[in-house]
Structure formats: C-alpha cells, structure tokens
C-alpha cells in the first residue's frame, strides 16, 4: 500500500513540477504583493484538485469515455475560461500591483479565483484517472482510496504554499515591478496557448466524428 501511495505522490510532484496556468496565477499574485489572499488561491487550487481526485476515484475517466460530449463540454468551457485569463493578463500589461490582472479583494474572491482555475482545466481529472487506474490494486478499498486523495492534496497545498513563499519574496517582487509588462504579456501568450489547445482540440475531434 504504501509503495502505492508513494509511487502516485511521485507521478503527481513530477506533474506539480512543469509549470502551468496555477503557477501562472500564484506568481502573478504573490509577487503583486497581494500576500494574505494568495493563501486561499491555494486553498482554492486545492480544492479542485480534491474535486478532481474524487470523481477520479469515483469512475470519471470511465464516464468521459462513454460520454464523450461530456469531456467536450468541459474542453470547452476550460478553453474559454482560460482565454479569459489570457486576455485580463494582456490588458494589464505594465500595470502597478494595485490593477493588476489579477486583484483578489476578499479571500473568497481569492479562493474563488484559485478553484476555478483549477477546475476549468479537464486534463486534470484525466491525469489522476490515469494515475489511479495504473497505480492502485483493480478493486482498491476505501481506506486505499482516501489515502491517495489526501496524498495528492497535501501534495498541492505544500507545493503551492511553497511557490506562494517564493514569489512573495521582496526581491522577487521588486523585481516583478521591474518587469511585470512582458512578464504579464508572457504569461498571457502561455495561457491563451493552452486555452486555444483546448479549444482546437474539441473541434478536431468534431470534424472526426
């Protein structure tokens, strides 16, 4: 069990690893020195990675095979959500941290922000279907299943709460300021890649069908 539970911890860190649209947001909001509310950005990633790791267990990866409308609406709905997140990161280009792109005002609007970018994002429930169908035992018991829940979880709210740290630092804010226009407009070409990725991918699979 154990060996398990390590080796899903492991897949998923080498996952948390490679940048994507959540480290996109917390250095976006850490270093505009909005501090206190990108602690519930993370408590709001982690729990869409809770959310994703549930249906996951509970046969989601089957259900998008059988219904493959269903995964196209999700495609669907995360490709434009983060073309919306591309388009508030251009528009603010050089702005000073108290317009920036990304101001959350209240810790629910943080925590809000931190879910939906999390969720609007299907590859996710992907990735732990594959992950939890590969590595767990054919008929894995209750307490194996919370376990690897709670494993990856733990996983996203120590490593966010790390970059969090890091991208809050003085220097790394400083340094920010100095550059936050191209920063900004770099994290708005990454983003509105992976929402037109999204996008792109629904409609070739239209064609096909």
């Given at each position: 069990m154990l060996s398990n539970l390590f080796t899903v911890w492991l897949l998923h860190f080498a996952v948390l690893l490679s940048p994507g649209v959540n480290t996109l947001l917390l250095s976006q909001i850490a270093a505009s020195?909005?501090?206190?509310?990108?602690r519930f950005v993370v408590l709001g990633i982690a729990t869409a990675t809770m959310v994703w790791a549930s249906a996951a267990l509970l046969g989601l990866h089957a259900l998008l095979t059988t219904l493959p409308e269903l995964r196209q609406s999700l495609q669907l709905v995360g490709g434009c959500y983060l073309l919306y997140v591309a388009w508030r990161l251009w528009c603010s280009g050089g702005a000073a941290s108290n317009t920036a792109a990304f101001t959350a005002h209240t810790p629910w609007a943080a925590y809000r922000l931190g879910f939906l970018v999390n969720i609007t994002n299907p590859k996710g429930g992907v990735f732990f279907a594959t992950v939890f169908t590969t590595v767990l035992p054919a008929s894995p018991d209750l307490w194996i299943q919370l376990s690897a829940g709670l494993v990856v979880v733990a996983n996203s709210l120590v490593w966010h709460l790390f970059l969090a740290a890091l991208f809050g630092n003085?220097?790394?804010?400083?340094?920010?300021?100095?550059?936050r226009g191209w920063v900004n407009r770099l994290a708005a070409g990454i983003v509105g890649a992976l929402g037109l990725h999204l996008l792109l991918a629904v409609v070739r699979e239209a064609r096909r069908g």
């Open positions: 020195g909005q501090t206190r509310q990108v003085v220097r790394v804010q400083s340094a920010h300021g100095r550059a």
